[in-house]
């Protein structure tokens, strides 16, 4: 069998001028995944990034001599542009207001289809990010593993369509990807499998302080 580990980056800026930066917590958790990646002897044949900083930084200080190729289906949905598009006239003066936009735009953007301009709409994102899966896998050869540094909306798509949940499990499962955590995937004959998600172990003890999932 063949394996994906789907890694989702540190913590970004929440609230910042500039979201696509890591945080001094999340370059932290960048390294300790990193760390978690050698524990487990996980040696990729490929490694892989969207072209965000944030998913792109995550993949350097976790694998620093790995060569990242970059593949833009990987990227996070456009969280800005979704609530500019849908929640135009939303107070969002601060952080905890800009959630609350967030959480009824992800509502009518993923349940309701909504389609949110530049954005698109929710289907569209999710198949487009299965269908990087899908190319990666086809590329793997027996035994060979590969690691995608991405987003909490790319991973929870890919386990919400593995596991055919309907859209509200997407929200569901998005809500609780940590910051730097690892899923992981497995290929073979009877298709790709999802063994485990959202692994955080290595944020366990003395590491506790660095969990987070925004």
Same mark, same amino acid.
């Given at each position: 069998?063949?394996?994906?580990?789907?890694?989702?980056?540190?913590?970004?800026?929440?609230?910042?001028?500039?979201?696509?930066?890591?945080?001094?917590?999340?370059?932290?958790?960048?390294?300790?995944?990193?760390?978690?990646?050698?524990?487990?002897?996980?040696?990729?044949?490929?490694?892989?990034?969207?072209?965000?900083?944030?998913?792109?930084?995550?993949?350097?200080?976790?694998?620093?001599?790995?060569?990242?190729?970059?593949?833009?289906?990987?990227?996070?949905?456009?969280?800005?542009?979704?609530?500019?598009?849908?929640?135009?006239?939303?107070?969002?003066?601060?952080?905890?207001? =800009?959630?609350?936009?967030?959480?009824?735009?992800?509502?009518?953007?993923?349940?309701?289809?909504?389609?949110?301009?530049?954005?698109?709409? =929710?289907?569209?994102?999710?198949?487009?990010?299965?269908?990087?899966?899908?190319?990666?896998?086809?590329?793997?050869?027996?035994?060979?593993?590969?690691?995608? =540094?991405?987003?909490?909306?790319?991973?929870?798509?890919?386990?919400?369509?593995?596991?055919?949940?309907?859209?509200?499990?997407?929200?569901?499962?998005?809500?609780?990807?940590?910051?730097?955590?690892?899923?992981?995937?497995?290929?073979?004959?009877?298709?790709?499998?999802?063994?485990? =998600?959202?692994?955080?172990?290595?944020?366990?003890?003395?590491?506790?302080?660095?969990?987070?999932?925004?």
């Amino acid at each position: 069998m063949g394996a994906v580990h789907l890694v989702r980056h540190g913590q970004a800026s929440f609230g910042a001028e500039d979201y696509d930066v890591l945080s001094p917590t999340g370059e932290r958790q960048a390294a300790a995944v990193g760390d978690e990646l050698r524990r487990r002897e996980v040696t990729p044949v490929s490694v892989w990034s969207g072209n965000l900083r944030r998913q792109q930084v995550t993949a350097k200080l976790a694998l620093p001599d790995a060569d990242v190729q970059v593949d833009p289906r990987w990227n996070e949905y456009d969280h800005l542009a979704l609530v500019s598009h849908l929640a135009a006239d939303a107070r969002v003066s601060s952080p905890r207001e =800009f959630q609350a936009a967030l959480d009824r735009v992800l509502h009518a953007w993923i349940v309701d289809g909504a389609d949110a301009g530049a954005a698109g709409t =929710f289907a569209a994102f999710a198949d487009t990010a299965v269908a990087a899966l899908d190319e990666l896998v086809a590329g793997l050869g027996k035994g060979e593993t590969a690691v995608v =540094f991405t987003s909490g909306g790319v991973i929870a798509s890919i386990c919400a369509r593995l596991l055919e949940l309907p859209p509200r499990g997407f929200l569901a499962v998005n809500r609780v990807v940590a910051n730097a955590s690892i899923t992981t995937l497995v290929t073979g004959r009877s298709g790709t499998s999802l063994v485990s =998600f959202n692994e955080h172990g290595h944020f366990d003890g003395p590491a506790r302080d660095l969990l987070t999932y925004r």
